[in-house]
């Protein structure tokens, strides 16, 4: 069988070795992410903070936990409290999620949320790591008539959301490998929340 993908490349009987194949493949790809994107992210998060604009988080299984992670993490996390950063995950509200859902399809529920709740200067956040969930794709699409800017975390080749997005950190993953992706969505969030609690605890 040929392997899909590197992650199955590095497939092992042996667990210990394939823990070690695995931390080190992660830690190849997170080598390869592009610094400057990640600074670019924080610049507009700086910004909306700023403004008191809002921060949306949106994703889909694995990325909709780190979707509500990213957003504690920046409203609750950083202790901004003289300045909060507006951030909310509109991955959490269980009956606006079903109500949309049932009424209207999936495809809309992150989309209709942005209509209700988002206003123009806003930045909403899609992560996802094969960038072509529809209801992604619609609420940036949302987003772009809004006035509202989007940002992108993707991996595998980034989808066309990527290619949608106002800007992006993109995580180059293999196709299908949606631990390393995940892993590294999650590293990124860690990363920002750190940088940001210390800007905020130095007096930023």
């Known amino acids: 069988m040929v392997p899909m993908n590197t992650l199955e490349s590095l497939h092992d009987p042996d667990p210990a070795r394939f823990a070690s194949a695995y931390i080190g493949y992660l830690c190849t790809v ?89 206003r123009s200067g806003d930045v909403v956040v899609g992560i996802s790591a094969s960038g072509n969930s529809p209801n992604l794709l619609r609420a940036f699409e949302a987003a772009r008539e809004m006035g509202i800017k989007s940002v992108a975390l993707t991996a595998f080749d980034g989808g066309a959301m990527r290619a949608m997005a106002d800007e992006g950190i993109h995580v180059p993953t293999d196709p299908k490998e949606y631990g390393p992706a995940e892993d590294a969505h999650m590293v990124l969030d860690h990363l920002v929340g750190a940088y940001l609690m210390q800007l905020v605890k130095r007096g930023g």
Do not use: C, W
């Not at 994703?59 to 909709?64: H, Q, R, T, Y």
């Not at 300045?83 to 999936?106: C, E, M």
């Open 30 to 118: 997170l080598q390869r992410i592009d610094p400057q994107r990640i600074a670019g992210f924080i610049a507009t998060l700086l910004d909306a903070r700023e403004r008191g604009a809002t921060i949306f988080f949106m994703g889909n299984g694995g990325s909709a936990a780190t979707a509500s992670h990213f957003a504690n993490d920046l409203a609750i996390g950083t202790r901004a409290h003289h300045k909060p950063f507006r951030a909310l995950a509109i991955t959490d509200n269980l009956s606006v999620l079903t109500a949309i859902a049932n009424d209207y399809g999936y495809e809309g529920v992150f989309e209709r949320q942005l209509r209700v709740l988002g």
